[in-house]
């Protein structure tokens, strides 16, 4: 069975930096292009990043120049450098696997369960 995890949510500072991680098992992990969404309380859930197997990158307009998705495919792992964070990056953050490099609910097959990540003023 496809089995994302994520970790390395918590609480920081306005300013401060979290780097989050998504093991992946299940599948193999180049056959799917891997992202990370949030949802923030109240709000639709809403991408963050994307990534190919060949380390083509896209982002949201609100966290290019922050946040760095990247990969080490040796290990199925994913992961999302976060810095400069702002409270307003306060959501639940996603990993998921999926059939087409958008930032779109639809493209994606797998879902982790996620990480709560805050972030204070």
């Known amino acids: 069975d496809v089995l994302l995890v994520e970790s390395g949510g918590g609480s920081v500072q306005s300013g401060g930096s979290l780097r989050l991680s998504c093991a992946a098992s299940?599948?193999?992990?180049?056959?799917?292009?891997m992202a990370w969404f949030r949802q923030a309380p109240g709000k639709k859930r809403e991408g963050v990043a994307a990534?190919?197997?060949?380390?083509?990158?896209i982002y949201a307009d609100s966290v290019k120049g922050r946040f760095t998705i990247y990969q080490d495919n040796a290990k199925n792992t994913l992961y999302l450098q976060m810095n400069s964070l702002k409270p307003e990056d306060t959501a639940m953050y996603y990993c998921?696997?999926?059939?087409?490099?958008?930032?779109?609910?639809?493209?994606?097959?797998?879902w982790g369960k996620g990480t709560l990540v805050t972030i204070s003023s």
């Open positions: 998921a696997a999926g059939r087409c490099l958008l930032l779109e609910d639809y493209c994606m097959d797998y």
């Open positions: 299940g599948y193999t992990y180049s056959d799917y292009y």
């Open positions: 990534i190919d197997s060949d380390g083509g990158t």
